[in-house]
């Protein structure tokens, strides 16, 4: 029915303005080990309770977005812009 | 005897009579009635057939629970199967009909069902139809599904729209019984943002069937005075007819507004349902409390009803439920009754209480019977006598009706849609709202089953005071004088299981489950809330147990000798009661089901003759037929011969188009494509594929370099959403110290395919450059001024088709006049439309690729394109892992072309490649046609496939395979390219 | 060849506009529409655009992070709108969208009420004052929101939406028109 997405930049907004794209895991250097692209590309925790994925305001604000998020609860305790977040 | 219409009292306007029909029968009501006391005021007490045994029942309640009083109301599109009679207001002309009886209601064949209901007792479902299978579909369905079932929906198109809203305050008030008044004014005062919302018609809730005083004013003139205010401030809105039947992450309650069910004939401008999403900061939730029924024999006959939708068929409709009535309570509830039926003469002729203490301030005539209880009910299609025993010896007294209230359950369910469990309360004998919502708080009797009128009121008030001044709002709370007559119910020991009882006691009276039901499924050993539920079908259904439950889980814990804490509750799920599917769907159906999105270019294909394909959310011109052709076939043909040999035009503006801009914007794409974007000149495009990080194709495309810092990419029409995010993704997540910016450009530009050998001498005409191929090769790219210097565009010279090519791109409103010019222009060189499915043939004649053969499997080398793969850069998306094992092993399925031996013969897309010789199985499967067509230019049907180790394979006879359709056709394997091999068109 | 003669075919050249005391909804000229490609943050640059602009109350919009939209009624020519991707320079790109993206103006008493509809955005005039502006999925399209004036909001969306955007708009006025 509804669930509300915090924007950093334009605020709550139903999840239907959002893409979500997974868990926010930093990309290997090119010449990394087989096994850390394989971890990068393919292997994925499932916790239960807190987790950091990359959204997009799709249908916004355009922004890619890491939002921390209980995958029990759906309580979502932090939202940042993923460019602005690394400085 | 029966119920009837007091001369006088209650809510309803005798000035306005309203008739409507019953099964055919004609009625009268009034306005401000509901259908059920509209039907009890004309002494119809019998309104529909249980479920499996198709008993007669009655009306039991005068609210959103009522499981027995479901109609179908209305006629056609417009019918409403289901319809609660006592949430359906009553309107001038409603036609109502009853449910699950044949072939009348008063003389029912289902009845007999009742005879087999040894048959149809608990797990019925599990035990009595286990086999043979082949009798579930022929046997045992149509009948389970002619005997047993609720009402039946329309196969006709509603007439009626319905829409979805949002709305935003900083209080939600949930009910607006006292508590939900008291906050609202409270609240409203304040200055804060307000909305409350009631399922009825007014607000009020019980107060509108109460007859104490509050502040010296009767309780309904409370509500007006308070309705009168509340309207007069800006800052709350009032949602009547309104259920909240959900509550959703970030403080999202989900509510449906009947707008116009209580109307004939509704306004077509405006929707008959609106489904509200009302984003909350806080809210309270003042649903009050459901009272309980008593499980004792024959509680399902009619006549026998609710203590407090007794007193509201008294006091808010002026209806009396009878000339002998008696009264089975647990609890002090029941007293307020006595007092309300002998204000209108009818004295109770015995309160049966199973209390031997209990002192209730009563002081009313009726008879008072103690430590005693109904244990039967007697009558038919009406109640005539009741059966009491005390001390156990039995009594039987002659009754019309009986009101029965064993307690009363906080109305908690939209408190537990976020994952909370109901908690028991010894004290409360109720399972109350789990504790520390977020954004939640619940008050008055939905918090606490003992508070009263007084204590509703200065609850409401005093937290609504506490949550708007957390907001920063000034606010004290609202007080309201000296409640009169005030009667709270106060917890008592529950009575699940009456004794003596000898008919069948029903605990689920929508889904006729009864006391024995619930006892077999413990002895089964389906005892379990979650499993008895299933077992004995108790709490499902329309009503979802809002009755029934409570004492389900009382019987069962009985049973088990536990406590109904522990026995709990089954997970509330939203939605509180049933919400239309029209409601849900709100206006996105027929032509607003999904957006249209239209081509700039599409009033010119239209006008030019189009037929139009929808792909994905665009309208795309498929082909253009002419006088005389009378298959696709035709008209795909001559537009493919005649750009080979002459030239056309295609409306290429669904390309995805996305500007790049920044100092780094060459870098940017150097890592986001496989093939090297670093140094591509200023003026030139270049195909460039797109990986992603497992190594596989994402999308293709060309891109231009427009100025130093300023790149043009098209991607595919399916990807260009996609490929935009992903853009975005890289730009922003991966590289954020790059300067690189995006912007989608797709619907600036209208795209136009100009292709075939008389394309530059068309195009000359209108583009004011020199475009000669010395002046503009293939593969450049530039702005161009058009017509004399009124427009400009953006001139590409590649091609898909593998002729002479170029697409041009103008802003997209001039995109018809353009396009108008190309045709006047080229009309002396024969110039034609063409529309993508000639577009599809000559690119697979070409030999070039889509999503049919980028399928998310195939790795650049499988497509022929390994030196597509850069081996010089450092980095770019997919370049880990693109080389991996299995990804260069020889045997890769790659890229062929197919031609049938036989020219006559065709095969299919989709279709398999066996070896020639091998048996049709999938052992043997070499592969599939991904694309195929007919080629003019060929003569024969063609290919794309992917087949194993293809690229050396080519000449190899083989078959192709189609296991549905059982076809076989011989056919060689080929290179793919099937025109122009040596790329000489393409640099004329 | 310059016997053709170029025109102008208005995305929403068919649309009948509503013209009701409590709601109305009409087109807007496809004037110019510039989506300004800056970094997020740069204060400096937000503030110059109100001088890149034709002077019209809000004509520069916010869309997102670094980037804004420069919107008027007047069409700039292809010399106007080159010079004005310079005067953006260096701190910003300049990308013509007066073709891509459709304008129209929602107005009246029901204003809030017609949008509510579609968007989840809180659109009371004290969470989305005169001028702010915002991209919100109105129904299923996304579109570019700006208030106007107390009871009016320019709606902006791309082109091959525009049409089937009226439409829904036109529905959801229905009731008040
Ligand atoms: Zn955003």
């Known amino acids: ?20 794209k997974g868990a926010v895991l930093d990309r290997p250097a090119a010449d990394a080990t087989p096994n850390a692209w394989m971890d990068y590309v393919y292997l994925r925790d499932n916790p239960r309770g807190r987790y950091d994925e990359y959204w997009h305001h799709t249908s916004g604000c355009r922004r890619w977005l890491v939002i921390t998020r209980d995958t029990a609860t759906h309580e979502i305790e932090a939202s940042r812009d993923a460019a602005l977040a690394r400085e | 005897m029966t119920s009837y219409r007091l001369e006088s009292g209650g809510l309803i306007d005798r000035q306005s009579r309203l008739s409507f029909t019953f099964d055919g029968k004609r009625m009268l009501g009034f306005a401000g009635d509901s259908l059920a006391s509209a039907l009890l005021a004309n002494g119809c007490q019998l309104v529909g057939r249980s479920f499996k045994y198709h008993r007669p029942r009655g009306i039991l309640t005068a609210g959103a629970a009522e499981p027995n009083a479901l109609m179908t109301i209305g006629q056609g599109g417009r019918t409403e199967p289901n319809t609660r009679a006592t949430m359906q207001e009553l309107y001038q002309g409603l036609e109502a009909a009853s449910q699950n009886r044949w072939p009348s209601l008063d003389f029912d064949i289902g009845s007999f069902n009742s005879l087999l209901s040894p048959f ?135 509510a449906v507004e009947r707008v116009q069910k209580h109307v004939a004939i509704p306004n077509a401008k405006a929707p008959v349902e ?5 984003v909350a900061k806080q809210a309270l939730l003042a649903t009050g409390a459901e009272e309980r029924p008593l499980v004792f024999g024959g509680n399902d006959i009619p006549g026998v009803m609710m203590a407090t939708a007794m007193r509201s068929y008294l006091n808010r409709y002026g209806v009396a ?57 007697k009558g038919g299609k009406a109640l005539s006598s009741i059966v009491i025993l005390k001390d156990g010896r039995t009594e039987n007294l002659k009754v019309d009706a009986l009101a029965m209230s064993g307690g009363f359950s906080p109305v908690i369910h939209l408190a537990c849609h976020r994952g909370g469990k109901p908690v028991w309360s010894d004290a409360e004998a109720a399972f109350l709202a789990p504790q520390q919502l977020n954004g ?47 009667m709270s119910a106060r917890p008592e020991k529950p009575l699940w299981s009456v004794p003596g009882v000898k008919g069948k006691a029903f605990v689920d009276y929508q889904n006729d489950v009864t006391r024995k039901d619930l006892g077999l499924a413990v002895r089964e050993g389906y005892g379990h809330v979650e499993l008895a539920k299933r077992y004995t079908t108790s709490g499902m259904a329309t009503d979802q147990g809002k009755l029934s439950n409570i004492n389900a889980i009382g019987l069962l814990a009985e049973a088990r000798g536990i406590s109904p804490g522990d026995v709990g509750t089954t997970t509330f799920r939203p939605f509180y009661t049933p919400v239309s599917f029209g409601a849900l769907a709100g206006a996105y159906h027929g032509t607003h089901f999904q957006p249209v999105r239209k081509s700039p270019l599409h009033e010119w294909a239209k006008k030019t003759g189009a037929v139009f394909v929808e792909t994905g959310l665009w309208y ?114 991966l590289w954020p110290d790059l300067d690189v910016r995006l912007a989608s450009s797709t619907d600036q530009w209208a795209q136009m395919a100009i292709a075939g050998p008389k394309a530059r001498t068309t195009l000359e005409k209108i583009v004011e450059e020199d475009i000669s191929n010395a002046a503009f090769p293939f593969l450049a790219a530039k702005e161009v001024s058009l017509c004399g210097g009124q427009l400009h565009g953006r001139l590409f010279r590649i091609s898909f088709s593998g002729e002479l090519a170029f697409e041009l791109a103008v802003p997209a409103g001039f995109g018809e006049s353009i396009a108008d010019a190309l045709m006047e222009a080229g009309r002396e060189h024969g110039i034609q439309p063409y529309g993508v499915e000639a577009l599809g043939v000559l690119r697979i004649e070409k030999g070039h690729v889509t999503h049919n053969e980028i399928n998310g499997t195939v790795v650049p080398g499988d497509l022929g394109f390994g030196k597509m793969v850069s081996q010089a850069k450092p980095d770019f998306i997919g370049k880990a892992m693109v080389g991996r094992e299995g990804l260069v092993s020889a045997d890769r399925p790659q890229l062929v072309g197919v031609l049938p031996l036989d020219p006559k013969t065709s095969f299919r897309s989709g279709s398999h490649i066996l070896a020639k010789g091998a048996a049709a199985t999938l052992e043997n499967d070499q592969g599939y046609i991904t694309s195929s067509a007919y080629s003019p230019h060929v003569g024969s049907t063609i290919g794309l496939a992917l087949v194993k180790s293809g690229s050396t394979r080519h000449g190899e006879e083989v078959l192709v395979w189609n296991g549905l359709r059982e076809e076989f056709t011989p056919a060689r394997l080929c290179n793919p390219v099937f025109v122009d091999q040596a790329n000489e068109k393409l640099h004329v | 060849m310059s016997e053709f003669r170029i025109t102008l075919r208005p995305a929403l050249g068919s649309v009948t506009s509503i013209v009701s005391e409590n709601i109305a909804l009409t087109p807007l000229p496809e004037g110019h529409v510039v989506h300004v490609l800056g970094k997020p943050g740069d204060e400096a640059l937000a503030k110059r655009l109100g001088s890149l602009s034709d002077g019209s109350a809000h ?119």
């Not at chain 1, 605020?11 to 959002?18: A, N, S, T």
């Not at chain 3, 579609?118 to 570019?144: E, K, N, R």
């Open chain 2, 440 to 486: 939640l708080q619940i008050a008055g009797a939905a918090l606490s089953t003992g508070n009263g009128i007084a204590a509703c009121l200065s609850e409401g008030a005093a937290k609504a005071a506490v949550l708007v001044s957390e907001m920063g709002f000034a606010c004290t709370a609202a007080s309201f004088g000296a409640v009169e007559g005030d």
């Open chain 2, 321 to 377: 439920p009878g000339r002998q009535v008696a009264i089975f309570t647990t609890n002090d509830s029941g007293y307020a009754l006595a007092l309300d039926l002998e204000a209108r003469g009818i004295v109770p002729v015995a309160i049966v209480d199973s209390r031997a203490g209990g002192n209730p301030a009563y002081t009313g005539k009726a008879r008072i019977v103690k430590g005693a209880v109904v244990s039967d009910a």
């Open chain 1, 1 to 20: 029915m509804a669930s509300l997405i915090p924007c950093p930049h334009c605020g709550k907004r139903p999840k239907e303005e959002f893409t979500v």
């Open chain 2, 620 to 733: 795309r011109s498929s082909w253009f037929p002419r006088d005389g052709e009378s298959t696709w076939r035709e008209s795909v043909d001559r537009e493919v011969l005649n750009i080979r040999k002459n030239a056309g035009l295609c409306d290429v503006s669904m390309l995805g188009k996305i500007e790049i801009c920044g100092k780094d914007s060459a870098e940017f794409l150097n890592r986001v494509y496989s093939n090297a974007f670093l140094k591509l000149p200023v003026g030139k495009a270049r195909y460039g594929l797109m990986l992603r990080e497992d190594g596989m194709i994402y999308d293709d495309g060309t891109t231009s370099r427009l100025s130093d810092e300023h790149f043009f990419m098209t991607t595919t029409t399916a990807y260009a959403a996609g490929v935009m995010n992903h853009l975005e993704f890289c730009a922003q997540a």
């Open chain 2, 120 to 254: 149809l007792g608990a797990g019925f479902y599990y035990k009595t139809f286990m086999w043979p299978a082949a009798f579930w579909e022929k046997v045992y369905e149509p009948f389970i599904r002619k005997a047993a079932g609720l009402g039946k929906a329309s196969y006709e198109k509603d007439p009626d729209t319905y829409e979805k809203a949002w709305a935003h305050c900083d209080l939600l008030l949930i009910g607006a019984g006292p508590t939900g008044l008291a906050a609202a004014l409270t609240a409203g005062r304040s200055g804060a943002r307000v909305i409350l919302v009631d399922e009825q018609s007014m607000i009020g809730g019980s107060l509108l069937s109460d007859t104490a005083r509050i502040g010296e004013a009767s309780a309904t003139d409370f509500v007006l005075t308070a309705k009168a205010e509340l309207e007069s401030l800006s800052n709350v809105t009032i949602l009547t007819r309104t259920t909240a039947f959900g509550w959703y992450d970030g403080n999202v309650f989900g």
């Open chain 2, 274 to 278: 609106r489904l509200w999403r009302i």
């Open chain 3, 59 to 177: 004509a520069v919009r916010a869309a997102g992070p670094g980037q804004w939209f420069i919107v008027g009624n007047a069409a700039k020519s292809h010399a106007d709108m080159t010079a004005l991707f310079e005067a953006l320079k260096p701190d910003a790109y300049g990308v013509d969208q007066s073709q891509g993206r459709v304008r129209m103006l929602a107005s009246g008493p029901m204003v809030e009420r017609m949008l509510a509809k579609g968007t989840a955005v809180d659109l009371s005039l004290t969470q989305f004052p005169l001028g702010h502006s915002t991209t919100s999925v109105i129904g299923h399209i996304a579109a570019h929101l700006t208030r106007v004036a107390d009871d009016a909001f320019e709606i902006m969306v791309l082109r091959g939406f525009a049409e089937s955007l009226w439409d829904d708009l036109a529905h959801m006025s229905a009731e008040f028109a």
